[in-house]
């Protein structure tokens, strides 16, 4: 993560610093997998009690991925829960917005995974916070402590304002990645338009004939139309 991610922790004004960071590089990166990255190495810094963060997000119906890890514990634990399918990354995404266990030692609502991440890693208690894109489940920001109690209410509330944070760099992606589809549907159409008025002045032909050429020879080569206007396009320009 760059320099300019690391103010002095513990005062407002390193805190603000932070989030105007992150906020910056929302709106400037077309790299959305640092942006992830650089959230989860300043949650140690913006929440108490915090030592190592993960983002996990949901691919597919019930696939979830880790999308960015503050260092190998969250990763493992993110790891765990996957194969496990129990977690508070989990339930956070499906069944409430915030699940905690701030004290594994004390039992736990996932009792295999307590019992697996206190067997290999130092973490005492944890969290999971959803994310949500609209109306999406999209994922969850999970926060670990090493610490027993070391996540309480007042972790809770930063919790939800990075998870909040988070949530509006998830919809930046999603508008951006929105617009670069509707933007190369846009050219597909410019293309598909131009071959339909090539192909009719040619063939001296309608438009829903020209069209209904198009389509045939994108079946015939096996392609997709807009690859077919673009080549007849291209031929149109070579002659």
Request: with cysteine; glycine share 8%; aromatic share 6%.
């Amino acid at each position: 993560m760059s320099d300019e991610l690391q103010p002095l922790p513990g005062t407002d004004a390193a805190i603000a610093g932070v989030f105007q960071s992150l906020a910056t590089m929302i709106y400037a990166s077309d790299d959305f997998t640092a942006v992830y990255q650089a959230v989860v190495e300043a949650a140690p810094r913006l929440v108490d009690g915090c030592d190592h963060a993960s983002l996990m997000l949901r691919t597919g119906e019930d696939r979830f991925v880790t999308a960015a890890a503050s260092d190998d514990v969250a990763e493992l634990i993110d790891t765990y829960e996957r194969e496990l399918g129990e977690g508070p990354c989990l339930d956070a995404i499906e069944d409430s917005s915030v699940f905690q266990d701030a004290d594994l030692l004390d039992g736990s609502p996932w009792p295999r995974l307590a019992a697996r991440v206190l067997e290999t890693t130092p973490v005492r208690g944890m969290a999971g916070f959803r994310l949500l894109v609209g109306d999406r489940k999209t994922g969850a920001l999970n926060l670990f402590s090493d610490r027993p109690g070391g996540l309480d209410t007042a972790s809770v509330d930063q919790g939800i304002v990075l998870a909040s944070f988070v949530t509006v760099a998830l919809m930046a992606a999603h508008e951006r990645e929105a617009a670069q589809t509707l933007r190369a549907g846009l050219a597909s159409n410019r293309e598909i338009g131009k071959a339909i008025g090539l192909m009719m002045a040619f063939h001296k032909i309608s438009d829903s004939d020209a069209f209904d050429m198009l389509r045939v020879a994108s079946q015939e080569m096996n392609l997709k139309l807009s690859e077919v206007a673009r080549q007849v396009v291209q031929h149109h320009n070579q002659v």
